[in-house]
C-alpha cells in the first residue's frame, strides 16, 4: 500500500515539476538526456518553497551559463571552469552567472551566483580522472562529419551542373571581325548565349557548339558515402543502419548482432543516468513530501510516516524502457525454456520488458476479477481425481528377481497391554465378611503389523502369511486391608492368554482376523 501511495503522488508531481510550468518530469529528463549528449552536460537546479506542489520544483539551465573560464587558486577551495573542489577535488559547489550569455543587456560585468552542491545537478559522463567539466558524446567523429558534410555539398554542386547541361562555343580566328557585329552578345570579346528550353538558334560564322557534361552523381558516390556513415556510426556506438535508416543490406541476423551491442550500450547509459539523475530527484522529493506530509493513502488519507524514509527509498527501482524484437514469438519461446529450466525469472523477463512483474500480477488479478464480475468468464473447474495408470504387461524372470530382492515385511513389536483393575466392594455384616471380587477388566491394545511390500509394477501372487500372536497376560496380586482385627485378605487373579489369527488374501491385504481369549 505505502508503494502504490509513493508511485501516484510522484506521478501527481512529476506532472508540475518543471519551475517554469512547461513540460512534465518525463520530458524534462529528455532533454536534460539531450543536452548531456549534444553539450557532454547539462544543469538542474533544486528549487525548494512552500508554495511549491511537494514542496520542490525543477530548473534546466543552459550550460552556457557555467562560465568555463572562470578560474580562481586561493588558500582554500579552487574554482575551476566554474566549478568550486575542496582539497579532496569534490564539487563543492558551481559558480553560474546570473544571466544568460545571449542576451543582449547591457552589462557592466559579468555576474555570478555561487549554488551549493546540494542544491544543483551537474550532469556528465566521466571519461578522464580528476574531470571537472564535460564534453560532447560526439567528439570521436566530430571532423568527420565535418569532412563529410563538405564532401556532400561538393557533390549536390557537382550534381548541380551536370543537371544544368552547360556548352561551350567555340570560335576560328576568322570570325573575330563577325563576332564584334553581335553588339551586346560580346564581353570582353567572348561571345555568350543564354537559351531557354525548346529554342532554336543559329550560331554565328565561325562559331561551334560543344557540350559539357560533368560525370556526377557519380556511381561510386553511394558507398563512399556508406563507408563514411558506417565509421561515425562505430564512433558513436549505434547500429549503422539505426543512424541512416538504410535497411537495404541488412538481414535479421546481422540486425540482431547489431541491435545487440547497440542496446547494452543504451542500458548502460540508463543506469548511469537513473543513479545520476532520477535517484538524486527522487531521494529529495521524497524526503520534503514525507516531512511535509503530502504522501497519503489513497483510501485512509494518513500521511506516511518520515521515520520509514530509508525502507522506502532503498526500496525504489527504476526501470529503463526496453524493446521489442521483430520476432517476438521466438524470444517469448526462449524466455519459456529459460524459466523451466531455471536459468531466469518472471522478475527479469518482465524487467526485460520494461515492465515490474507486481505490476503485471496486479493487473491480471484486475483483469480476471473483472471478467468474472461481467459473466465473461466462468468459474474454474474444480479438479479432476487422476486416473489410475495402467499396469505392464508381467516378466516373469522381473518378477522373481523382484519378489526376491524387494518385497520386505516389517513386523512391528506388540505394544504392551494395558491392564484394567477394578478395586473390589468389601461389605461386612454381622454374620460374616463377604468379599466381592468382580472379574478383571483387562484392555489389551491390539497389535500393529505393518507390512512394506515393493514390488515392480506388475501383479504378484504372494501366499497369505499365517500370523500368530500369542500374549499371556499375569495379573498383579492384589491386597486389601480391611481395619479390623482380621489378617489380609489376599486375591489372586487368574492368568489369561489371547490368540489373534490373522488370515491374507492372493494380495496380501488382511482378509480375517481372530482373536481368542481363555485361561493360561
Known amino acids: 500500500a505505502a508503494n502504490d501511495a509513493i508511485e501516484i503522488h510522484w506521478e501527481q508531481w512529476g506532472r508540475a515539476c518543471d519551475l517554469g510550468g512547461r513540460m512534465?518530469?518525463?520530458?524534462?529528463?529528455?532533454?536534460?538526456?539531450?543536452?548531456?549528449?549534444?553539450?557532454?552536460?547539462?544543469l538542474v537546479r533544486l528549487v525548494r518553497g512552500r508554495d511549491l506542489p511537494y514542496g520542490l520544483a525543477l530548473q534546466v539551465l543552459d550550460i552556457d551559463r557555467l562560465d568555463e573560464s572562470l578560474n580562481r587558486q586561493g588558500s582554500g577551495n579552487a574554482i575551476r571552469q566554474g566549478v568550486e573542489l575542496d582539497s579532496s577535488g569534490r564539487a563543492v559547489a558551481l559558480w553560474v552567472k546570473t544571466r544568460h550569455p545571449g542576451e543582449n543587456y547591457a552589462v557592466s560585468a559579468a555576474e555570478y551566483e555561487r549554488v551549493p552542491a546540494a542544491d544543483i545537478l551537474h550532469v556528465f559522463l566521466p571519461e578522464r580522472p580528476e574531470q571537472?567539466?564535460?564534453?560532447?558524446?560526439?567528439?570521436?567523429?566530430?571532423?568527420?562529419?565535418?569532412?563529410?558534410?563538405?564532401?556532400?555539398?561538393?557533390?549536390?554542386?557537382?550534381?548541380?551542373?551536370?543537371?544544368?547541361?552547360?556548352?561551350?562555343l567555340?570560335?576560328?580566328?576568322?570570325?573575330?571581325?563577325?563576332?564584334?557585329?553581335?553588339?551586346?552578345?560580346?564581353?570582353?570579346?567572348?561571345?555568350?548565349?543564354?537559351?531557354?528550353?525548346?529554342?532554336?538558334?543559329?550560331?554565328?560564322?565561325?562559331?561551334t557548339l560543344n557540350s559539357w557534361n560533368p560525370d556526377y552523381p557519380h556511381q561510386n558516390f553511394d558507398s563512399f558515402l556508406k563507408a563514411c556513415l558506417r565509421g561515425i556510426a562505430s564512433g558513436l556506438d549505434v547500429a549503422a543502419h539505426n543512424l541512416t535508416g538504410d535497411?537495404?543490406?541488412?538481414?535479421?541476423?546481422?540486425?540482431?548482432?547489431?541491435?545487440?551491442?547497440?542496446?547494452?550500450?543504451?542500458?548502460?547509459?540508463?543506469?548511469?543516468?537513473i543513479a545520476s539523475v532520477v535517484r538524486p530527484i527522487f531521494k529529495e522529493w521524497l524526503s520534503i513530501a514525507l516531512l511535509r506530509g503530502d504522501v497519503t493513502f489513497p483510501m485512509s488519507g494518513?500521511?506516511?510516516?518520515?521515520?520509514?524514509?530509508?525502507?522506502?527509498?532503498?526500496?525504489?527501482?527504476?526501470?529503463?524502457?526496453?524493446?521489442?524484437?521483430?520476432?517476438p514469438r521466438a524470444e517469448v519461446e526462449a524466455a519459456q525454456l529459460l524459466i523451466e529450466n531455471g536459468l531466469s525469472s518472471r522478475t527479469e523477463i518482465a524487467a526485460a520488458q520494461g515492465r515490474e512483474f507486481d505490476d503485471v500480477v496486479d493487473e491480471l488479478e484486475q483483469e480476471e476479477k473483472r471478467l468474472r464480475e461481467s459473466g465473461l468468464r466462468a468459474p474454474p473447474p474444480a479438479a479432476e481425481p487422476a486416473e489410475p495408470a495402467e499396469l505392464p504387461e508381467?516378466?516373469?524372470?522381473a518378477e522373481e528377481r523382484s519378489h526376491a530382492r524387494k518385497m520386505e515385511i516389517t513386523r512391528a513389536a506388540a505394544p504392551a497391554v494395558n491392564v484394567t483393575v477394578t478395586p473390589p466392594n468389601i461389605t461386612f455384616n454381622q454374620a460374616a465378611i463377604r468379599v466381592d471380587v468382580p472379574p478383571a477388566e483387562v484392555t489389551v491394545t491390539p497389535p500393529v503389523i505393518h507390512n512394506e511390500i515393493s514390488v515392480e509394477p506388475t501383479p504378484i501372487q504372494i501366499a497369505a502369511p499365517e500370523i500368530r500372536n500369542e500374549i499371556t497376560?499375569?495379573?498383579?496380586?492384589?491386597?486389601?486391608e480391611a481395619n479390623i482385627d482380621m489378617p489380609p485378605v489376599q486375591v489372586q487373579l487368574p492368568s489369561r492368554r489371547t490368540e489373534t489369527l490373522v488370515e491374507r488374501d492372493a494380495n496380501g491385504n488382511i482378509s480375517r482376523a481372530t482373536q481368542l481369549e481363555q485361561d493360561a
Do not use: C
Open 132 to 168: 571537472v567539466r564535460g564534453y560532447t558524446w560526439l567528439h570521436a567523429v566530430l571532423l568527420d562529419s565535418a569532412q563529410l558534410a563538405k564532401f556532400i555539398e561538393s557533390a549536390v554542386i557537382a550534381a548541380r551542373v551536370g543537371a544544368s547541361k552547360i556548352a561551350a
Open 473 to 480: 497376560v499375569e495379573p498383579t496380586p492384589v491386597t486389601l
Open 24 to 42: 512534465s518530469f518525463t520530458h524534462l529528463l529528455r532533454l536534460v538526456a539531450k543536452a548531456v549528449a549534444r553539450d557532454g552536460e547539462a
Open 170 to 207: 567555340e570560335r576560328s580566328e576568322d570570325s573575330l571581325d563577325q563576332a564584334a557585329l553581335l553588339g551586346d552578345s560580346v564581353s570582353n570579346g567572348n561571345l555568350s548565349m543564354n537559351v531557354e528550353a525548346g529554342e532554336l538558334f543559329e550560331l554565328p560564322p565561325g562559331y
Open 394 to 397: 508381467a516378466d516373469p524372470e
Open 302 to 327: 494518513k500521511a506516511l510516516p518520515f521515520d520509514r524514509f530509508d525502507k522506502f527509498y532503498l526500496a525504489a527501482r527504476f526501470q529503463g524502457r526496453r524493446w521489442q524484437w521483430v520476432d
Open 247 to 273: 535497411m537495404t543490406e541488412v538481414n535479421y541476423s546481422s540486425a540482431r548482432i547489431a541491435e545487440l551491442a547497440e542496446r547494452e550500450e543504451w542500458m548502460a547509459l540508463q543506469s548511469w543516468f
